[in-house]
């Protein structure tokens, strides 16, 4: 059994920074990618940032120079610290990383239940 929890959402003015983190718990053999999705109100859920087991990072043109993604391998924790937010920025923010448990060696994507961010004008 796995499990992703995101926390560090909340309600911020625009211009402010957020730090959201989540960790994988159950059991683990390894984590491959992690990484950050979001879904607004009325809209399809998309890629945020990413990163690699190796630390390769990826980030949808919206959020770079203002996002950061980073992971802590032995916390089985991933980062995102997003600075200079926008009111666009709103959005339930959904934790994704593919993982290789004990009982199912092979990756497969697990998802948290989301982190609601609000950036008001």
């Known amino acids: 059994q796995v499990q992703l929890v995101e926390s560090g959402g909340g309600l911020v003015q625009a211009g402010g920074s957020l730090r959201l983190s989540c960790a994988a718990s159950?059991?683990?053999?390894?984590?491959?990618?992690m990484g950050w999705y979001r879904q607004a109100p009325g809209k399809q859920r998309e890629l945020v940032a990413t990163?690699?087991?190796?630390?390769?990072?990826n980030y949808a043109d919206p959020v770079k120079g203002r996002f950061t993604i980073n992971r802590d391998k032995a916390k089985n924790t991933v980062y995102l610290q997003m600075n200079s937010l926008k009111p666009e920025d709103t959005a339930v923010y959904y934790c994704n990383a593919d993982i290789k448990t004990i009982v199912i060696p092979v990756y497969m994507p697990y998802w948290g239940k989301g982190t609601l961010v609000t950036v008001s004008p």
């Open positions: 990163i690699t087991s190796a630390g390769s990072t």
């Open positions: 159950g059991s683990i053999s390894s984590i491959n990618n």
